[in-house]
């Protein structure tokens, strides 16, 4: 009998590999970052379509800081223009616009353009697009861990109460864990991206640039994944 094809209910997406795209290209590194914005407008409707449920998509780590102010202006420029420009867009895909991440040290219009895209989008039920923008996961970690310190010192929950289920209520988004993990450029490593909601994800590491990996390389991975045997610690059957 045919199993029936799967499809993850959160896919995470570490968006690798832009700068490579365009130095190999003879571009500067700022043109592959808007050609990586254009893969990620077309991805995020192809993949939500797809039935996936949730997409978190991370697009400026913490650590990204450490970049030339010229590349980290750049970026914030991007976010800015396209979170405008496209709030339309994204309403009329019926898609729910969040963010994961902290305010300090993002510019003012960039937080206010992040405000504005998740405020319009906010009863869209066409899918789940979180942006990880100035995310960091062992930053994410010690947030939760402040917020559950001050629900125990002000009596809201009982510490006795506090297991793997209810600690997502304490992350930037309360959202499903990860399922299929993908990062683009060869890289194989996490760099900071969800790391309590990757414990049980499939990973997938395809060897092309982010601004290529288009529609066809997505239901590529989405048929390795169908592939995968996930057995959460138990035995196959
Ligand atoms: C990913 O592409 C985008 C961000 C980190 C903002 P990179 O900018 O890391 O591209 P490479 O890894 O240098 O090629
Ligand atoms: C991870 O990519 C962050 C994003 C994709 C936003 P990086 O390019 O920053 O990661 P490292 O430095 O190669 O680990
Ligand atoms: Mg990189």
Do not use: C
């Not at 998740?118 to 869209?124: C, F, G, I, L, V």
Request: aromatic letters at 14%; hydrophobic letters at 35%; proline letters at 3%.
């Amino acid at each position: 009998m045919d199993k029936e094809y799967k499809i993850p209910k959160h896919v995470g997406i570490i968006m690798d590999g832009n700068g490579r795209w365009a130095t190999k290209k003879g571009l500067k590194r700022s043109a592959g970052h808007a050609a990586g914005y254009k893969t990620l407008k077309k991805l995020a409707v192809h993949i939500l379509n797809r039935g996936v449920k949730y997409l978190s998509v991370y697009a400026f780590s913490t650590e990204n800081f450490k970049r030339d102010a010229e590349e980290v202006n750049y970026l914030m420029d991007l976010f800015v223009n396209k979170f405008r420009e496209d709030k339309n867009f994204f309403m009329k895909k019926n898609i729910k616009v969040i963010f994961s991440g902290l305010k300090e040290p993002l510019r003012n219009d960039v937080w206010e353009s992040m405000q504005e895209i998740s405020e319009m989008t906010k009863n869209n039920d066409g899918g789940i697009f979180n942006i990880l923008l100035n995310y960091g996961g062992q930053n994410e970690l010690v947030e939760a861990t402040k917020k559950i310190v001050n629900d125990v010192i002000t009596d809201k929950i009982n510490i006795e109460e506090l297991n793997t289920e209810n600690f997502y209520h304490y992350l930037f988004q309360d959202l499903p864990p990860i399922d299929l993990m993908i990062r683009t450029s060869g890289e194989v490593r996490v760099s900071n991206f969800m790391l309590y909601q990757i414990a049980y994800a499939e990973m997938y590491f395809p060897k092309v640039y982010f601004p290529d990996f288009n529609e066809k390389e997505f239901d590529k991975a989405l048929d390795v994944y169908n592939k995968r045997d996930r057995r959460f610690g138990g035995i196959k059957k």
